[in-house]
Nanobody, 114 residues
Framework: VQLQAYGGGLVQTGGSLRLSCLFSGSRFSPGTVGWYRQAPGKQRELVASITSGRNTIYASFVKGRFTISRDYIKKTVFLQMNSLKPEDTAVYYC?????????WGQGTLVTVSS
């Protein structure tokens, strides 16, 4: 299975973006999927995750602002990002949890201007 993230872009502080993670290459959907991000000079961190049963977990720094969801028909996991802040600027990736697919995809860049 392959997971490809897209939907990033440039947005002003307070704005919104919706990222998509499309999975392909298998007729089986991945189980738990996570959205991660990596800012310049920082380690990659988990932002949110969703299980096959649509149970969700959020990092404290995005709780209340971001929403993760999945659509099995579209084979996509979404990350709706609202009230964006400059510190949300990063490359966003999606991958399986556990046993992430290696190598990681190129991700999608989100830039929040102040």
């Amino acid at each position: 299975v392959q997971l490809q993230a897209y939907g990033g872009g440039l947005v002003q502080t307070g704005g919104s973006l919706r990222l998509s993670c499309l999975f392909s290459g298998s007729r089986f959907s991945p189980g738990t999927v996570g959205w991660y991000r990596q800012a310049p000079g920082k380690q990659r961190e988990l932002v949110a995750s969703i299980t096959s049963g649509r149970n969700t977990i959020y990092a404290s720094f995005v709780k209340g602002r971001f929403t993760i969801s999945r659509d099995y028909i579209k084979k996509t996991v979404f990350l709706q990002m609202n009230s964006l802040k400059p510190e949300d600027t990063a490359v966003y990736y999606c991958n399986k949890i556990p046993n992430p697919i290696e190598p990681w995809g190129q991700g999608t860049l989100v830039t929040v201007s102040s």
